[in-house]
């Protein structure tokens, strides 16, 4: 059994008993309705030696990375922050103020966005871990995985690869450009963006773990296929010119590196036009393919089709720090 096997036994064994669940395992949130509002919730994991090294980053980074990770699924889904709790496994090496560094870093981004601290755990463990749950509330205009249809445009907001770039450098101990190491040290969720995007697409994801996992993901959710154009993924200059410092291409680092935190979203091309024209849009958009009938999932390079390359699977690949 793989990683998404496993998921998939979650998703089809376990029940959802409460009648006002809108959506559960599957989405880059769980959503359920309180009255006129939708909620969702969000948890995920940073292990030290396998997400961070306390050697490449600050007890105030870490905190920082840790909020605006989960803060990145809520905005994906069209729903603003509201609050959160957060639970450390605390090793021997680990001290008291380092911790209290660390919640200075979340607290920086609870300011930001304007997020309460609700409760949390603190326990001893062999290995640092630190695990955030974030809830978020929006009234209309929530935007799923799921939505999708034949002929939609795939579009991407920013940059793709820095952060993986970034990371590899880091592991060959190269001196990483400030801008480039701050794309993956305290990357920033796109919520005000996506609060535009989500009145015009038919589907929503964060690129957490590469843009050809999450095209799959979408593509897998409306029962159709995506088609990802090589040329059209959108680099930074710096990316660009510290592609030779590393061992994989930028298109390895796109496809697979993960951890830019950027949006995808499928939409018409109708409604695209129209989103171009919105003033207040932060990032700049970037179309990279298109959403197919067949339920292939494939990228273009040189002419050339290839399968995308899948999700990475943590019951049998390793972080490579």
């Not at 605006?68 to 957060?86: H, K, Q």
Request: glycine share 8%; with cysteine; aromatic share 8%.
């Amino acid at each position: 059994m793989n990683e998404f096997e496993l998921i998939d036994y979650l998703t089809n064994d376990f029940k959802i008993y409460q009648e006002n669940v809108v959506a559960g395992i599957g989405d880059d949130c769980a959503v359920w309705r309180e009255g006129d509002k939708y909620i969702v919730f969000t948890t995920d994991t940073m292990v030290e030696g396998d997400h961070f090294l306390k050697s490449w980053f600050t007890p105030e980074q870490i905190g920082q990375r840790l909020v605006e990770t989960n803060v990145s699924d809520v905005a994906s889904m069209g729903a603003i922050p509201t609050s959160m709790f957060v639970s450390l496994v605390i090793d021997d090496n680990t001290s008291p103020l380092w911790c209290r560094k660390m919640y200075d870093g979340i607290k920086r981004v609870a300011d930001k966005y304007k997020i309460s601290l609700l409760g949390g755990n603190i326990t001893h463990g062999k290995t640092l871990s630190l695990t955030l749950g974030v809830h978020g509330e929006t009234i209309t205009n929530l935007v799923y995985r799921k939505g999708s249809t034949m002929g939609d445009l795939i579009v991407v907001t920013g940059t793709i690869g820095d952060a993986c770039i970034a990371r590899l450098m880091l592991g060959k101990g190269l001196t990483v450009p400030t801008a480039l190491f701050n794309r993956l040290a305290t990357p920033t969720a796109r919520v005000d963006d996506a609060q535009i995007i989500k009145q015009y697409a038919s589907a929503m994801i964060d690129i957490s773990d590469g843009i050809a996992s999450e095209a799959r993901h979408i593509a897998k959710a409306s029962q159709l296929g995506v088609l990802i154009n090589a040329t059209d993924i959108p680099y930074s200059s710096l990316a660009k010119k510290h592609e030779k410092d590393i061992d994989r291409s930028l298109l390895e680092c796109a496809l697979r590196g993960g951890e830019d935190y950027e949006l995808m979203f499928s939409i018409s091309e109708e409604n695209f036009n129209k989103l171009q024209k919105h003033k207040d849009l932060i990032s700049p958009l970037t179309v990279i393919g298109c959403i197919t009938k067949e339920m292939t999932n494939v990228y273009i390079e040189n002419d050339v089709v290839h399968d995308l390359p899948k999700g990475f699977d943590h019951f049998n690949e390793n972080i490579n720090l």
